[in-house]
């Protein structure tokens, strides 16, 4: 089992370091440093019993092992991080089984799962509980008599402005609640209903808590005059208030701990090496053999796919003409936070009076640090000085004669005109918004051998009071489009 599973790790090294530098270097995952000893340590705690175990092995697991390394291909493919380190960790688990059998991985069965919370997983959390904290901070200012300013993420009070920016998203409460909470039910109760509960306390207590800590945050500023709750001590009061939230939790938690062991109904059974049949032993060893040979294909696979690496691009074509729209000298100075493409272009246009200009963001080879879809690709930087994204949304389009769905976003700047912006992107010939699809489209692409070309396609126009900047942009799109089309085929070689 241990050959196996160091065998597993040496295959899929790139990976296991890709983990490790985020536990290192971020505070919100640096708990799964700790995750794969305290599985471990669960598993030695149940010594006494997985002696009376008689281990055997599983031919029909090989095939969830199979498709957790053929999972790993896809989202190494992608370029989604998340994706490989969760398979990763799947095809340890289902080596369990392969090696061991299907009654010692039952017994096992939390230590083993629990190596899932090591994954440092949940950053596409981020928008949404934002956005729940800033929806619940201004609706208690309201009740508490305070009036409010609200454009999306920015909240105005009298006293002065706020921002609900990651760190008060409160995703490093909720994986800390999560991960502690979870062990603790498992520690804690015996009954099954009563560890889910409590595991979804442990969901609901901490967001329910960063709604009430980001209130109080800026009432204490409000009332003290911006002398308390504006500098470091905003996140020190943060932390304080989680700690004793979490604390609470436990407590009453603890009322209905059932720590008496039930009486185990499992029958003593021998372990001895005498009693293990010979050919059985052999069986074990051939079925480890097949499972490092199944989890091997997959880093081969990989292999095969990336020798096969289209050239380095060359400048992006510029933009064809745009019948009806002329060049601006001196556009808006805002430019989309999209890092390491391969090639960059941005122009802007003026037609009637009315500016509109195109963002396009190339990338081919990607890789972790140069992939299309990203969380550090994004509009508007949260601590951006100048612009900041006030709302967001979704609306149809025709493009190119191709109807789809596009992502849309109301951008304000200090001392700048408010802006109206479009985003999609494009993969291997296909147009998407959809983070999602955009990855598996890029997956297919690469597994088909057609390489992963991909762009962001970002459009923007300015908007004034007389509530035509959609308009503006859709006849924009329709100009366009042809010289979008056509500078994307020539980067990537498809004209």
């Known amino acids: 089992m241990v050959l196996v599973l160091f065998a597993i790790l040496v295959l899929f090294r790139d990976t296991v370091l890709s983990m490790v530098a985020i536990w290192a270097r971020s505070d919100t995952y640096a ?7 305290i599985s471990l340590w669960l598993i030695w705690r149940q010594r006494t019993s997985l002696a009376r175990q008689v281990p055997g092995h599983s031919y029909a697991a090989i095939g969830l092992l199979a498709a957790a390394g053929f999972a790993w291909l896809l989202g190494d493919l992608a370029a989604v991080n998340v994706v490989p380190q969760f398979a990763l960790v799947a095809m340890l688990v289902a080596a369990i089984p392969v090696v061991l059998g299907w009654e010692v991985a039952r017994a096992l069965a939390f230590p083993l799962l629990f190596l899932f919370l090591a994954v440092p997983f949940g950053d596409f959390t981020l928008p949404v509980l934002m956005d729940w904290t800033a929806r619940f901070t201004v ?3 309201r009740l508490s008599g305070i009036p409010v300013h609200a454009e999306g993420m920015q909240l105005t009070i009298p006293s002065g402005h706020w921002s609900v920016v990651e760190a008060c998203s409160g995703v490093r409460y909720l994986i800390a609640s999560v991960t502690v909470g979870t062990l603790y039910a498992y ?17 609901l207590v901490p967001i329910v808590a960063n709604w009430l800590r980001a209130y109080i945050i800026v009432m204490l500023g409000h009332l003290s005059g911006n002398r308390l709750a504006a500098g470091v001590d905003h996140l020190v009061y943060g932390w304080l208030f989680f700690g004793v939230v979490i604390m609470l939790m436990f407590w009453i938690g603890a009322r209905w701990r059932e720590d008496n062991l039930p009486p185990s109904a499992s029958v003593e059974r021998a372990a001895t ?6 050919s059985k032993a052999a069986g074990t060893w051939l079925v480890a053999a097949a499972a490092v040979l199944v989890a091997g294909l997959w880093p081969l696979a990989q292999w095969r796919v990336d020798r096969i690496t289209p050239p380095p691009l060359g400048d992006l074509p510029a933009l064809a003409p745009i019948t009806g729209w002329e060049p601006v000298t001196t556009p808006i100075s805002w430019q989309p936070h999209f890092e390491n493409p391969a090639l960059r272009l941005q122009a802007a246009f003026e037609r009637d009076g009315r500016e509109a200009g195109v963002f396009l963001a190339f990338y081919r080879n990607q890789n972790a640090q140069h992939r299309l879809v990203s969380s550090s690709n994004v509009l508007v930087k949260s601590k951006d000085p100048v612009w900041a994204q006030v709302s967001g949304g979704s609306r149809e389009i025709a493009f190119n004669a191709q109807p789809f769905t596009v992502r849309t976003a109301l951008l304000r700047g200090v001392n700048q005109p408010r802006l109206v912006v479009w985003k999609w992107y494009w993969v291997a010939g296909r147009w998407t918004a959809s983070d999602a699809l955009a990855k598996a489209y890029t997956a297919w ?5 057609r390489g992963d070309d991909s762009a962001a396609i970002i459009l923007y126009a300015v908007a004034d009071r007389s509530g035509e900047e959609d308009r503006v942009l859709a006849d924009f799109a329709r100009d366009v489009a042809p010289a979008i089309d056509s500078a994307l085929r020539q980067a990537s070689g498809t004209r």
């Open 139 to 141: 609706l208690a200012l």
């Open 187 to 203: 520690l804690s109760y015996r009954t099954l209903r009563r560890r889910l509960l409590f595991v979804a306390a442990s969901f």
């Open 31 to 37: 708990h799964g440093m700790i995750v794969p000893l």
């Open 273 to 278: 090496l005498s009693m293990v049949n010979p």
């Open 445 to 449: 692409s690469r597994l088909i051998g």
